[in-house]
C-alpha cells in the first residue's frame, strides 16, 4: 500500500485523520498500526482511496498536544477523524479523551461534512473507515 502517490486518483483520496496511544502505551507509532492494518487482504481494492494520516497523542504533554492536534487538523482537509480504542478505553485518559474530542468538535464546526469516528482497536481501522465511507472495491 502506498498512502503517497501521485496517481490521476490522488485528488479523490479521502484524508483520514487517525489519532491514538499506541505510542505512548506499546511503544509502537500508531502509523505502524496503520500501515499493519491496511495491508491486510479486508482492505484489498480500498486502500487507494484513502489518506490515512496517524497522529500520535502525548497524555504527559495535554496542552501541548492538544495544541499540535488542532494545528493538525487546520492543516489539510479532513474527510473523517477517528478516535481510537486506547484513549477511550482507559479511564486515566478521560481528561484528555475530552480535550480531544473538543478539539475535534471544534474542527468539525469548521468543516460540517468531517464525520468522527471510533474503532475498537488497532485491527478495526479499516472496518472503521469503510463503515463510514463506503468503497465499491476495485473502483
Known amino acids: 500500500m502506498s498512502n503517497n502517490t501521485t496517481s490521476n486518483h490522488t485528488s479523490s483520496r479521502k484524508s483520514i485523520l487517525i489519532i491514538g496511544l499506541s505510542q505512548h502505551l506499546t511503544g509502537s507509532l500508531i ?28 497524555p504527559n504533554d495535554i496542552p501541548g498536544t492538544l495544541k499540535a492536534l488542532k494545528h493538525e487538523l487546520e492543516g489539510r482537509s479532513w474527510v ?14 478521560t481528561l484528555l479523551f475530552e480535550g480531544v474530542h473538543s478539539v475535534c468538535c471544534e474542527a468539525v464546526k469548521a468543516a460540517p461534512r468531517t464525520k ?19 468503497v465499491e472495491v476495485g473502483v
Open 116 to 134: 468522527i469516528m471510533f474503532s475498537t482497536g488497532p485491527d478495526n481501522l479499516v472496518e472503521t473507515v469503510v463503515r463510514n465511507f463506503p
Open 31 to 58: 502509523e505502524k498500526a496503520i500501515k499493519a492494518d491496511w495491508a491486510k487482504e479486508k482492505a484489498h481494492g480500498m486502500a487507494d482511496s484513502f489518506d490515512n494520516i496517524g497522529f500520535n497523542l502525548d
Open 80 to 93: 473523517g477523524i477517528l478516535l481510537g480504542w486506547c484513549i477511550r478505553g482507559h479511564v486515566e485518559f
